[in-house]
C-alpha cells in the first residue's frame, strides 16, 4: 500500500475510533493479530486494546483527538496528537473530577495488509494525572489545582 493510503487509515482510526468511540471500527481498522504497546506497560492484543479505550471513552466522552503531525514511510506511520477532554467518568482509581485534560502523544503504527498490525504509543500520562490533580511532582506543587 502507498503511504498515502496507510496515512487515511490512520486519519479514519482517528476520526471513528478515537473521537467518536466506535469501537466496533477497530476490528475492521486492527489485524487479527494487533499488537499494542504502550510505553511501561506489556504488549497486549486486539481485546485488551479495545477494553483499555473503552474505558477511556466513557470517561473522557468529550474528547477531541486531533492530529497535529502525520508522517509516513514504507509500512510505518507516525503520528504526534493532542487530545482535550473533560474527565466526566471514572478512571481506573480516578473518580470522575470534571476537570478538563490537554495530552499529547506519540504513536508509532505498522500498517501490513491494509490493517494496522502494531501500535507503540508513548503518551503523557503523568501530565494527565497532574492536570486531574491526583498526581504531584516530587518537590513541586500540584500543577492539577
Do not use: C
Amino acid at each position: 500500500m502507498s503511504t498515502e493510503a496507510n496515512k487515511a487509515i490512520i486519519r479514519r482510526l482517528y476520526e471513528e475510533f478515537l473521537n467518536k468511540g466506535d469501537l466496533s471500527i477497530a476490528d475492521e481498522l486492527h489485524a487479527a493479530n494487533f499488537v499494542y504497546h504502550e510505553f511501561g506497560q506489556p504488549a497486549v492484543g486486539l481485546g485488551e486494546y479495545k477494553k483499555r479505550n473503552s474505558v477511556f471513552f466513557h470517561a473522557l466522552p468529550d474528547r477531541k483527538v486531533v492530529i497535529e503531525d502525520l508522517i509516513a514511510e514504507d509500512d510505518r506511520v507516525v503520528a504526534r496528537a493532542t487530545m482535550r477532554a473533560t474527565q466526566t467518568g471514572d478512571l481506573p482509581g480516578i473518580s470522575a473530577t470534571g476537570k478538563s485534560v490537554t495530552v499529547t502523544s506519540i504513536i508509532i503504527y505498522r500498517i501490513s495488509k491494509g490493517k494496522i498490525a502494531e501500535e507503540w504509543e508513548s503518551w503523557d500520562a503523568l501530565g494527565m494525572m497532574q492536570q486531574l490533580g491526583v498526581s504531584r511532582l516530587p518537590g513541586g506543587p500540584n500543577t492539577g489545582s
